[in-house]
């Protein structure tokens, strides 16, 4: 089947359709409905009407109603500014405010569209409105005329709304076209014979749909109930073959070569615990290395991600590891996901190893070739004892001599490819992850189900709470005197501008201006600029001058948000903090707080802020809790932003999610695990290839699109 057999598929539309990763007819069935409306049960706006006037007139209602757009304005003036959406089915008329004025929106809610509408639904002014709705566009006008010849899905009871995007939209694909073509798609499928992945006994052990049924239903349901049992079916089948990946990874983690024994305390190890840390290790830093170093004793390849709050200490671990690795006469080498960072960690380990009598390299992009050359010499040679690095670490020209143990830091920032590729610079390598993106821990173990976990619990002590404080415009003059008295004691402070989506250049235009204003506002201080657009040595500096104590007022975007460890530094600023996701508030107050000063977070926000703004701010205002932030954040933007690729190192699923489908991915994970059993694993020239021809040619590909 071609695109040009169906219908209204113009070349535009074509294009739209790839640029939305499907690139022929049958890819439309992976698309899968974002949700449905049934019509029979969708409250009019009579209705809605009625409830909120019957428990009275604070209440608000969570609802979703399908409604004509009559017009659209902008109301207000400056900063008050508006846009107001007006709404009417057969049973009456209501509102859709937005506090800003969104070109976009008027592109898309034009006079006679229909949309669907879901959000707190208040009565104002005794008219009915709701603001910042959630909304699909049901039709749009133009669509509508093109496409009357074939009325039957609009027809339906149950209407399926497709994910829509900017490219879609701009094409005219409306969730009703994509019915019409998913219609056609189905037909012509109809006619093939259908193998299922799994035994007909598996189904019905398992109640499940076969997939050819599953998809029938999540596309044509008659019922909200069959969508859920063919989404089921669906769900199931990627749990499995997720299962079946992360059985396959865990299964590859082979015994160490012989001889191998690291982990025993040699002499670097104690010569650093007793004589070199200023300080006591916390409970949980001990834990979490006697963890290591049972693993590296083991004979098995260590695949263990330490997870610790931001603060907690994690560097000196890795530390204490990778000479652990030393002492047994490996290399190690630590690899860290910015260049702010790897050059951190180089700068503040470094007197250590030197005092040690280690060798210890810095390899990154940003590094001349003579210097990089070399290098490469002492790493591949085995002169160097540790490697410390960016992402330059695993590009193909390094090369190590003997590589004992990997240690990732800030891992949510690599990818599963990258960690296996750092695994390629030595023969079976002992691997080490570390992460601060705290996430409760049944989803951990999902998550990264080929992974040993240990939790460092608490932080050092003497750590002192952060005093946070969420801030309005009117206040700037207060907070920066707030600012003054503590630079006056000593203190340091960041001041920190969001990363604003849409236009890099005008995040940086954010900071530039700040930047300007704060060097006027403070003419005696030192105050620096720190941003993504600066080249790596100007970055370096700035980092560098401020952990001296150099400069008093660090301008900076979100580049400090990981890792980043000035101790004394005890003042954070956040600009526009309604604008910043709640994990990445947490990240950057992470940077304050770590020394002997009392700190303060103040954020400062902008006069109109969403519902979902206003529980972030008093979140952060009210916990330091970084489990209690990520429960608030997984609440509030659903498991797939939260665990997306960027957060996980993991592709997000398609159809399932692994917070509300646990019950389900555990039992993928057991018919996994009898998969495996049941004779899958047995053949002994490729233990694969009995699995691969029972659970046929779809094997190959899931795997392939899970190990990527
Ligand atoms: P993170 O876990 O966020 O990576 P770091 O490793 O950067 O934290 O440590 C934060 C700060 O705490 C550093 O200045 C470090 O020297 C200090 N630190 C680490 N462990 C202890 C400890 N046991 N006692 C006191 N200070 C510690
Ligand atoms: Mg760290």
């Not at 569209?113 to 008219?127: I, M, N």
């Not at 989404?231 to 990874?249: N, Q, T, V, W």
């Not at 530390?319 to 690795?325: P, R, T």
């Not at 790596?536 to 001296?548: H, L």
Request: with cysteine; proline share 4%; net charge negative.
């Amino acid at each position: 089947m071609q695109w040009s057999d169906l219908p209204y598929c113009t070349p535009k539309r074509v294009d739209a359709l790839r640029s939305f990763g499907l690139h022929a007819p049958v890819d439309l069935l992976r698309m899968v409905p974002r949700r449905y409306i049934d019509k029979q049960t969708a409250p009019t706006i009579r209705d809605l009407f009625e409830s909120i006037q019957q428990s009275g007139q604070t209440q608000a209602v969570r609802s979703s109603v399908r409604a004509e757009v009559v017009s659209i304005s902008v109301g207000g003036f400056g900063k008050k500014k508006r846009t107001i959406v007006k709404v009417k089915d057969d049973t009456g008329e209501m509102d859709a405010v937005w506090f800003h004025t969104a070109k976009w929106l008027h592109a898309v809610m034009k006079p006679g569209t229909w949309v669907s509408l879901s959000g707190d639904v208040k009565l104002y002014r005794s008219r009915l409105s709701v603001s910042h709705p959630e909304f699909d566009v049901l039709s749009d006008h133009d669509a509508l005329t093109e496409q009357e010849e074939t009325p039957s899905t609009m027809d339906r009871q149950i209407v399926a709304i497709y994910p829509s995007g900017k490219e879609l939209a701009q094409a005219k694909i409306s969730h009703r076209l994509i019915s019409i073509w998913v219609d056609r798609v189905l037909n012509e499928v109809e006619k093939e014979a259908h193998d299922d992945v799994f035994p007909t006994e598996w189904l019905q052990r398992m109640d499940l749909l076969s997939h050819h049924h599953a998809i029938q239903y999540v596309h044509q349901p008659t019922s909200i109930r069959d969508a859920e049992q063919g989404l089921r079916r669906l769900k199931f089948e990627e749990f499995f073959f997720f299962e079946m990946a992360m059985a396959k990874i865990r299964g590859e983690r082979r015994r160490t070569p012989a001889g191998w024994v690291l982990g025993k305390p040699g002499p670097l190890v104690r010569q650093f615990v007793h004589e070199i840390l200023p300080f006591e290790l916390t409970e949980g830093q001990s834990e979490a290395l006697s963890d290591i170093r049972a693993d590296l004793e083991s004979g098995t390849q260590m695949n263990r991600l330490i997870q610790g709050d931001v603060g907690s200490g994690k560097t000196v671990v890795a530390m204490i590891a990778m000479l652990m690795a030393v002492d047994a006469g490996y290399q190690a080498t630590l690899l860290a996901p910015t260049e702010v960072l790897a050059d951190q960690h180089a700068r503040s380990l470094q007197p250590w190893f030197q005092a040690l009598g280690v060798n210890a390299r810095l390899l990154k992009g940003a590094q001349g070739s003579s210097l990089r050359q070399e290098v490469l010499d002492d790493v591949a040679g085995g002169g160097a004892q540790i490697v410390i690095g960016t992402h330059a670490i695993i590009q193909q020209g390094v090369r190590f001599a003997r590589l004992g143990l990997a240690v990732i830091d800030e891992q949510h920032r690599f990818g599963v490819g990258q960690r296996s590729a750092l695994l390629q610079k030595g023969d079976r390598p002992h691997l080490l992850v570390m992460s601060a993106t705290p996430i409760p821990r049944s989803l951990a173990m999902t998550l990264y189900s080929d992974l040993e976990l240990s939790v460092i619990k608490g932080l050092p002590a003497g750590r002192k709470p952060i005093k946070t404080a969420v801030r309005g415009e009117k206040q700037r003059e207060k907070i920066y005197d707030f600012i003054a008295t503590e630079l006056d004691a000593g203190g340091q402070a960041y001041v920190v501008y969001p990363l604003v989506e849409e236009s890099e250049k005008l995040d940086l235009k954010n900071a530039t201006d700040g930047f300007e204003a704060l060097k006027a506002r403070f003419p005696t201080r030192r105050v620096a600029l720190i941003h993504g657009k600066q080249d790596a040595s100007e970055k370096d500096a700035a980092m560098q001058a401020f952990a001296n104590g150099d400069v008093d007022i660090l301008v900076s975007t979100t580049v400090i948000e990981v890792g980043v460890n000035v101790p004394n530094a005890n003042v954070m600023l956040i600009e526009h903090a309604e604008r910043f996701g709640l994990s990445q508030l947490h990240q950057l107050r992470g940077r304050i707080g770590r020394g002997e000063r009392a700190s303060t977070c103040i954020l400062i926000h902008g006069h109109a802020l969403s519902d979902h703004a206003k529980v972030r701010l008093k979140t952060m205002a009210e916990t330091q809790d970084g489990f209690k932030i990520a429960d608030v954040d997984l609440e509030l933007r659903g498991p797939g932003d939260f665990l997306g690729t960027r957060q996980s190192g993991l592709p997000e699923f398609q159809f399932g999610s692994i917070v509300d489908d646990q019950d389900l991915l555990k039992d993928a994970k057991i018919a996994a695990s009898v998969a495996l059993e049941e004779g899958a694993m047995e053949s002994s020239t490729d233990e694969w290839s009995e699995f691969r021809r029972a659970f046929g040619p779809y094997f190959e590909a899931k795997m392939a699109f899970y190990q990527a």
